[in-house]
């Protein structure tokens, strides 16, 4: 298989970390280029001891970051950057004909306006948006393989979009009232240097924060609006656990049929059975668990892989699905590599297992 | 003030030791006997090497759990033990004269059908169903005063009931399609040798348990039920988090009148702003925050605190509010000396403070 | 008992707030300033939330620290700044007649040329040094009494210097070969703003710091030897550990006899025991573990207790003692009140039970 | 390459289930037999959610263990079985050809008067002593290769003796007075329903244990003095923190060679690092650090790497080493299929990377 040298933007950080892990041991992908302001001149073995036993580390060495010579020397081109920062990244580097595959939010809706509503100025580049694909492989694969710029999804919504996506797309979830609770570890905040992460803030600490209208919102509404083919309109929790990794989603969705007789409540659940099995079945980074497992994120910390239950409950008329997923791997980097590895023609699972 | 001797029955558990602490700096309350069949003939300070700078720790005993030696003992007498057992005890301790608080679920329904329903088996000790308080201060204070039977409130509920009743009661919120989402520190499963609370099976994960029916339910429908005037179905989720201490809760509420325009939405608030002011602003233990706060456990760990806070979200047309509260404390062995405070005459803070 | 006015210059760092939370609820201090650069202005309610039940929350307003100001509001001022600035604040207090409790390291070392080798620079007050008195209460008692300037000791210095002083005040073990090996919570670097104590750099991780000459070497080698009458050179290592509060120090000692026989182990041993009691028995904060107890962090947390244990060892002929503090209290803050208890003639143990 | 059937009895503890991870992705070994007492029948995705997506979670299930059958289904068996029990099943295993990997303690000792010492019994093949070969693959690799009874090293020996042991052998420190201690995460005492090991009883908590004689004295004992070739009697203390994996051990070590001047600290640390870079330069699994960075736990989490860093204190005369590695992993199971690896002919990483 052809090696395609590839280059990470924005490499110090949580998920620019996560990606030279993988990136480093991937069969296809030659790592050529790691970017960091801060850290430029220095070899990866320097900034990061955990690397040091890779050959590579010696003599790698972070670069401040720089366009025209990230073209150059990569053929893709990762974007681990700040929201708003990869915009600026992204134009020259398509225009030098690399493929980039972002990590950020800039890329991620397809209507500037939304992107102005939530963001309260206009889109860097809108002219990009049309050409982005949203990184979900699950239900983007055709895309992914085609495009020169992947928007790769948030963590948030990827533990909210694998679970309802197929849900919503059969119709056996009604697209208003959706609620997603979601609990996640404090890698999710980034590296960066602030009172509200420090260990002791957050160690025996839980709380919820930007209720009731948190980042994010508008690429969960976009995505769940398009499969639904209606706009949904969601309600989103997110809060802070004293966990490395992992965000689980705990969702609350009311089905189109009611079921109130057993009989009701068994013939809709052998239909949102087949419909997940439908889905995700032959999907190698989707777990549907069987029996009476209940995701669990220390099942899924370190892997590619969305761990997704569910329960009916007749009680309330309501379909209760969970997932888990790590967030800096399915809800980041190892998302990006699995664009990668599709847009590359590689296995889908290449350095991912 | 009189004082009053005061039992322990169950005191090497999380919620008993936690009684043990409180019991033993009281103002008001002598404690003269602490139960535990595995460390009978042990001293307080043997057991828990914590307690052993209080004088009193070198001298009072375990002893094995006896109601007629507990009767001639004592005035008051706690149960700290698990459900189904408290009844045994509660029968005699009453019937010799006792005042019991009981910290298990034996005596939190009114109704004994609701007990079989949830439970499977019969009410040990159904007469005495009616002549029992449910211990949540700031709504039973007057029946706590009068009472020889006190059924102290699970922590779940505590932290569910107190955002809600007000609202309920003021009618401000739709009864049905109640939402709460929980997380709770690993205390709140108990000192329980089991596997699944072992360090490393808690540490670094996050999971829901019991969905969709976990314990607890009925004990909050109940009084949700008793607070709205009608039945109250609430949809309720715990989730195990790696913390020793807390629970936060977040729910999901419909309020009775709609809210579209600002000038709605002001109004709204107001109402609510004012109904939580008139239940709450005289309670020593309700803390309401204001401006941009939200509830915190680092906040409420190791105090009698509940916190509250709440946001109307205009998109969504619903009321979000959210409570942090310690589960031990509030949420168990703390409100149950308020209620002690209560029923004896003396100040409420004392002993907690 | 009269009362005192009491202010904290520096109240928003973690030893600055459990000074806060401690003087809030002393019997007979009065909190009557606190200061904070970046919070002047904010009530204590709105830095902190857990304080917001406490009536003086909502009065009392983070002030910027002014020498003057405070020497007219206050009998008493803690100084719980960096090492470095407290010695600012300290000249112009004491010279207005204010008795000054200082938390920081600037006044722990009689010698200005200790000070002068450790920290490269000159003491900025070298003619305060002789007048302050080192505040640990089981050894200074009568000094902090009469002085106007106390110098609070370390939290690593304490969990060493109780458990060695004694030995070595009665010639138990020998002055030369000491090693402590220390581990610390995270609090102990203070709030501030650094990836190094972000939650995900700490949790999941353990290191040493400071090989092989980390900060307070001075101060402990300074106290050991004033003990043992002849210079101690100490090997001190700190660890990182994963939690918020709690030092554990394991200490490797050299009996002065050696203990060959059982009959010289036994004897030996009640020497120990017998100067360990003769130095602790009746204080207040120390508690000896006997039995098979040994220290752990987790008993003395959010108490001004140091925990002491120990064994000796015949296979390798050394005396090994382990002590376990809450590096926030008796470490720090609450060593400090009781230093505060003591110069005003109150009960040793106000507020601090 | 040849592939080599391998099984492994007592599969469900920690050490267990990761060899299950290991061997499951293991280029070369096929893993036939998995068995568990309490788990027979199941398959490993039922008890292991984690491994659910692997093709052969689905179809190997747990099996009661039973010498006789493992003998027949594979070539190598690992026992990670408790000590004491792990000797039942290695003679039957060994008589019927198999190679065993022995991860507890049974065949670590070469004398059976040592292992009554330290284990209070006689041992219960004393035959087979002199047969095993301990599996430090850094310094017995041609002795594993030719047996067929390895006993793999404890988690703390090893993070002791890959340290020592080149120092020893080269004669660079003294072989007494050699102290070691030691931090482990909660995983190493294994998933045993023990109340010691609950979440709540190890979160926020630090002890030590053991002292002054903890289990793996007599290993690490034995094998220094091997490397001496002297009687090394050594000091060692565990301590228990809260983090699932990691082990950091500091060395306090005594120089042979005094060292007071500049030069002669120069001159012995050139020898200290030639004899470091000797020993471990070549190795995949040794990580010397260089220039200011210290072991950290969490940069060997995972992997099957021994980060190791010293210093020399011109202070105190002495050398201090200190070491991390996952005690699961290079404590365990991965330094277990090292030897497999070694045994097998196969790349000594395979596997492991």
Chains 1, 2, 3, 4 share one sequence.
């Not at 570890?185 to 009731?212: I, M």
């Not at 032959?282 to 239950?309: M, S, Y």
Request: glycine letters at 8%; one cysteine or more.
């Amino acid at each position: 298989m052809k090696t395609k040298k590839v280059a990470i933007v924005g490499a110090s950080g949580y998920s620019g970390e996560e990606l030279v892990k993988l990136l480093l041991h991937h069969p296809h992908a030659e790592l050529v280029a790691v970017t960091s302001r801060a850290n430029a001149g220095q070899t990866l073995a320097q900034i990061f001891p955990k690397f040091a036993s890779h050959p590579k580390s010696k003599t790698l060495r972070f670069t401040d970051p720089n366009a025209k010579v990230l073209a150059k020397q990569a053929d893709i081109v990762f974007l681990a950057l700040p929201h708003g920062v990869a915009a600026e990244f992204a134009v020259p580097l398509l225009a030098a004909g690399c493929t980039v595959i972002d990590l950020s939010a800039d890329f991620r809706l397809r209507s500037a306006a939304t992107y102005k509503e939530f963001y309260a100025h206009d889109h860097p580049a809108p002219e990009l948006l049309a050409k982005a694909v949203y990184g979900l492989p699950e239900f983007y694969r055709d895309e992914i393989r085609k495009t020169q710029l992947i928007a790769s999804p948030g963590c948030y919504p990827t533990s909210i979009l694998l679970p309802l996506i197929p849900l919503l797309k059969a119709g056996l979830i009604k697209p208003d009232g959706i609620i997603a609770d979601s609990m996640s570890g404090v890698s999710g905040a980034g590296r960066k240097a602030e009172v509200d992460y420090l260990f002791c803030e957050c160690n025996e600490s839980v709380r919820a924060y930007g209720v009731p209208k948190p980042g994010h919102l508008s690429e969960i509404g976009e995505q769940l609006s398009l499969a639904a083919g209606t706009k949904v309109v969601i309600q989103f929790t997110p809060h802070l656990i004293p966990v490395n990794r992992g965000i689980l989603t705990t969702l609350y969705l009311a089905p189109t049929k009611h079921f109130t007789t057993a009989a009701e409540a068994t013939a809709l659940a052998e239909k949102i059975s087949a419909c997940y099995a439908k889905a995700y079945a032959a999907e190698p980074f989707v777990r549907l668990l069987g029996g009476k497992a209940l995701p669990d994120t220390k099942n899924v910390t370190g892997t590619n892989v969305c761990e997704i239950a569910w329960r009916l409950d007749p009680r309330t008329g309501r379909l209760i699905v969970i997932s888990a997923e790590d967030n800096l791997v399915k809800g980041a980097s190892g998302q990006a590599v699995q664009s990668l590895n599709i847009h590359c023609g590689w296995p889908e699972t290449a350095g991912l297992l």
